[in-house]
């Protein structure tokens, strides 16, 4: 019987890894633990894609945890003790073979019966190892092809949710202005300034934490993190906060979901024109359809409603997976995207403001 432990298993993963470069630390061990704890990795090649899907943050880090994997013992069927018996019978088949000849002068036999011992132990003396299974590398293909979005996608993207002001220092050279000025005019004089401008765009992000989101950590943590510091809004404009499953009368200012603070406050501070981005999977990574879930979702809409408009939701799950959960009946209520490429894309254009027909291929 194989005993597989993967806690264990865990650990040891998590001290080779960072032995050999990859920045992890306290969060992504507790959201290992906590992503086996809801059910994920039941198997260890399960538990390895788990893995890879929390602590690879590119794809050559992806490559670099195949061989450190394989190296770690999952706890296979050991066969090292079988060998033990067969190598300690072989000095008292070598005494009674010895002892055979004294008793009866009859060399033949004991010849081919010593040949035969000799050619199993032989057989039974060499290493023994596992052999190759192709499954597995097509498993990881399957996993490596699976990578939702890049982070530099999002870095790209953000780049669209703008709303500019003109409130700086009048010292930005207007091209346009300054030609129409001279043909106005038909001699040039001096050129147009206009203000320099900034971002004014104000987005909340309500990010769906623990449980089924396990997973997705890494690419919701990315979402935050190039919002923040890697995109053109102000970051005194960016608002995160977290919630489980729903996003009810309070909400949370930490991932750990440690210090509450009510919703409605956080709305206090919007307005009409301020962009909120959902990311949750809306029950559909374990399929359930909740009429309780449904019913606080849509409580939870109607009152984002009431201040502003510009509401988006990204789903990591694919669409295909909507089917028959409660993200069936929220994509209705609110327009959802998957979280690719395309999916934020479609999302930053609806909190930005920019009309588009609201249709999701696979419910349509």
């Not at 432990?5 to 040891?12: G, H, S, Y």
């Not at 690719?340 to 027909?357: K, M, Y």
Request: negative net charge; aromatic residues 8%; charged residues 20%.
């Amino acid at each position: 019987m194989s005993s597989f432990n993967p806690q264990d298993l865990i650990t040891r993963a998590f001290i080779r890894l960072r032995q050999s470069g990859f920045q992890l630390g306290v969060g992504e061990l507790l959201a290992a633990r906590q992503a086996v704890e809801g059910g994920f990795g039941e198997t260890p090649e399960e538990l390895a894609e788990t893995l890879k899907i929390l602590w690879c943050h590119s794809p050559s880090e992806q490559t670099q945890f195949d061989p450190i994997w394989e190296s770690l013992p999952v706890n296979l069927n050991p066969k090292l003790p079988e060998k033990n018996p067969g190598q300690e019978s072989k000095p008292e088949k070598h005494q009674q073979q010895e002892e055979k000849p004294q008793e009866k002068p009859s060399p033949p036999p004991s010849q081919e019966t010593g040949t035969e011992i000799k050619s199993e132990l032989e057989l039974a003396s060499l290493p023994i190892r596992a052999p190759f299974t192709p499954a597995e590398t097509e498993d990881i293909s399957t996993l490596q092809a699976y990578y939702p979005i890049s982070r530099r996608s999002m870095i790209y993207s953000w780049r669209y949710l703008r709303r500019p002001v003109g409130d700086g220092p009048l010292n930005v050279l207007d091209v346009d202005a300054t030609i129409e000025q001279t043909t106005r005019q038909g001699f040039y004089l001096a050129p147009v300034y206009r203000r320099q401008e900034r971002n004014n765009a104000h987005l909340l992000l309500l990010l769906d934490q623990n449980g089924s989101m396990n997973p997705f950590h890494r690419f919701t943590r990315d979402l935050v993190e190039t919002a923040l510091y890697e995109s053109s809004l102000q970051p005194e404009k960016v608002d995160v906060f977290y919630f489980h499953n729903v996003p009810a009368a309070s909400v949370y200012k930490d991932l750990y979901l440690t210090e509450p603070i009510a919703l409605q406050r956080v709305l206090a501070a919007c307005d009409n024109q301020t962009s909120i981005l959902i990311v949750s999977d809306a029950g559909a990574a374990r399929g359930y359809r909740e009429l309780k879930r449904i019913q606080a979702t849509t409580s939870c809409l109607f009152k984002l409603n009431q201040y502003t408009s510009l509401i988006a939701w990204l789903n990591p799950m694919p669409e295909e997976r909507w089917i028959g959960s409660s993200a069936e009946i929220i994509a209705n209520l609110v327009p959802m995207y998957q979280m690719d490429n395309n999916g934020l894309s479609n999302a930053i254009d609806i909190v930005r403001g920019q009309p588009l027909q609201h249709l999701h291929s696979p419910l349509s």
